[in-house]
C-alpha cells in the first residue's frame, strides 16, 4: 500500500479535508493508502460451516418457511463474519464475490420459477427425487449432480419423490449488487412447464466430448446438468499420473460448446484427493467456496488448521495461503466454487507457491467450529 505521510495529520490539511466533504469530496492523497494496497487485502475470513449446524437450522427452517406462506426458496446462506458491515443482509457475501448457501426442498413442494441477472448453480448433496426445470426443460437431479442456471434463465424446481434433497447453491450476487447490476423477474404462471424432453441437453450429450452440431454456436448453457459418473471416471483416469502438487486430481465443469467455465463468473471444479494426500501451499487472487463431498482431512489457511468432513463447507478469501491434508484413509473429494472467471476477466489473476518450508505452513493456531 502507498505510505502514509505525517503531513496529512497537519490541523489545516485535516480541516480542508473536512471541508471538501461538505461538497461531496475527497482527498485522494489521503485515501490512496486505504484504497491501493500492495496486495489484496479482503475483508473476508478463512471460516468453516459444519454440516451438524446446517443440517440442524434447515431442519428447523422446514417449520418456519413453506411454499404456501411464501418466498421463494428455502435456503439458508453462509454469511462470511468479515462482510457484516455489508448492508442490507452482508450482501449474502460468503466470499467479496460470491454468495453459497444450502436449500431444502421436501416431498410435494414446488418452488416457483424466476429469472434474475446473477449466474447461479446448484451442486446435489443430499436425496433424490426432485426436478429443476430451466427454459422449459425437466432435469431430474441425483446426489453428485452438477446444474447451472446462467443469467436471465427461467427455472423452478418441484419434488416428486419420497425423502427430503439439500443442495448446495452458488450465485454471484454479491458482484452483482456491488456493480449495481440487479433484476429479478417471477415466472407469472408460478411454475413453468415442460417444453422439450426431460433431461434433454444431457442426451443431447452422451457421448461425452463430442457435440452436437448445431452448438458450433456458442450457447450459454448446452447441458444444464454434469453428471457425478462422469465426473468421477475422469478423476480415476487422470489419477493413473502423478498429482498436481497443490490441488491434487482436478477437473473443471465446462461449457461444452465455448470450452469455457460452465458459467460465466463462477468456475466449479471437483477435486480428488488420495488417502493420506498432503499437498503444497500456494496463493491465488481468486477465492473459493469448497464442499466436503466425501472423506476427511484438514486445510491449512494461513497457518491456521480447519478440520472439515463430509458435508462440511469452508471458504479461502483472496491471496490466502492454504493447503490440504487428507487425514483418511479413503481418498477425499472437495467440490469448489471460485470468483477466477471474474479476476481473469479483470486481468488481475495471479498465483504464487509458498517457497519456506518445502511449501508448507507452520500451523499456528486451530478453528472452532460454532456448533449448536
Known amino acids: ?54 443440517h440442524k437450522m434447515l431442519m428447523e427452517a422446514r417449520e418456519i418457511f413453506t411454499p404456501e406462506r411464501g418466498g421463494e426458496r428455502r435456503a439458508i446462506y453462509l454469511q462470511n463474519p468479515g462482510l457484516t458491515n455489508r448492508q442490507p443482509w452482508g450482501w449474502a457475501s460468503t466470499t467479496q464475490t460470491l454468495y453459497a448457501a444450502v436449500q431444502l426442498i421436501l416431498p410435494g413442494e414446488i ?24 427454459q422449459g426443460q425437466r432435469i431430474f437431479m441425483e446426489e453428485g449432480d452438477y446444474l447451472i442456471t446462467p443469467h436471465g434463465l427461467w427455472h423452478g ?91 491434487g486430481f482436478a477437473v473443471e465443469y465446462i461449457n461444452p460448446s465455448t470450452g469455457e467455465t460452465a458459467n460465466p463468473t463462477i468456475a466449479s471444479w471437483m477435486q480428488k484427493l488420495p488417502g493420506g494426500f498432503r499437498s503444497k501451499a500456494h496463493r491465488h487472487t481468486n477465492s473459493t467456496i469448497y464442499h466436503a463431498f466425501k472423506g476427511s482431512g484438514y486445510t491449512i489457511i ?28 479413503e481418498d477425499a473429494y472437495l467440490f469448489s466454487v471460485s470468483d477466477r472467471p471474474i479476476m481473469e476477466k479483470l486481468y488481475v489473476q495471479q498465483e504464487q507457491a509458498y517457497e519456506m518450508n518445502d511449501g508448507h505452513q507452520e500451523i499456528k493456531d486451530e478453528f472452532i467450529p460454532i456448533i449448536p
Not at 491501493?36 to 473476508?44: F, I, R, V
Not at 494461513?302 to 484413509?329: C, L, M, Q
Open 111 to 134: 418452488a416457483p420459477s424466476h429469472r434474475h441477472s446473477q449466474n447461479a448453480l446448484r451442486f446435489i448433496t443430499n436425496g433424490h427425487g426432485a426436478y429443476t426445470i430451466v
Open 1 to 54: 500500500m502507498a505510505e502514509k505521510n505525517s503531513i496529512f495529520q497537519r490541523k489545516e490539511v485535516l480541516d480542508f479535508n473536512g471541508e471538501l466533504e461538505k461538497y461531496h469530496l475527497g482527498p485522494l492523497w489521503d485515501a490512496i493508502p486505504d484504497l491501493m494496497h500492495k496486495e489484496p487485502t479482503p475483508d473476508a475470513i478463512p471460516y468453516l460451516w459444519k454440516w451438524e449446524t446446517l
Open 302 to 329: 494461513n497457518g491456521v488448521r480447519f478440520d472439515w468432513s463430509k458435508g462440511d463447507y469452508f471458504t479461502i478469501p483472496n491471496w490466502a495461503w492454504h493447503e490440504h491434508v487428507v487425514t483418511s484413509s
Open 157 to 247: 424446481h418441484e419434488h416428486l419423490g419420497g425423502e427430503p434433497m439439500i443442495w448446495m447453491d452458488c450465485l454471484d450476487i454479491p458482484t452483482m449488487y456491488a456493480i449495481g447490476g440487479t433484476f429479478f423477474d417471477p415466472y407469472e404462471g408460478g411454475l413453468e412447464q415442460p417444453s422439450v424432453p426431460d433431461n434433454y441437453s444431457a442426451r443431447r450429450y452422451a457421448g461425452g466430448m463430442v457435440r452436437p452440431i448445431s452448438d458450433r454456436v456458442p450457447h450459454i448453457a448446452p447441458l444444464g446438468a454434469y453428471k457425478l459418473s462422469g465426473v468421477l471416471a475422469s478423476l480415476d483416469s487422470l489419477s493413473q499420473f502423478e498429482p498436481d502438487p497443490y490441488d
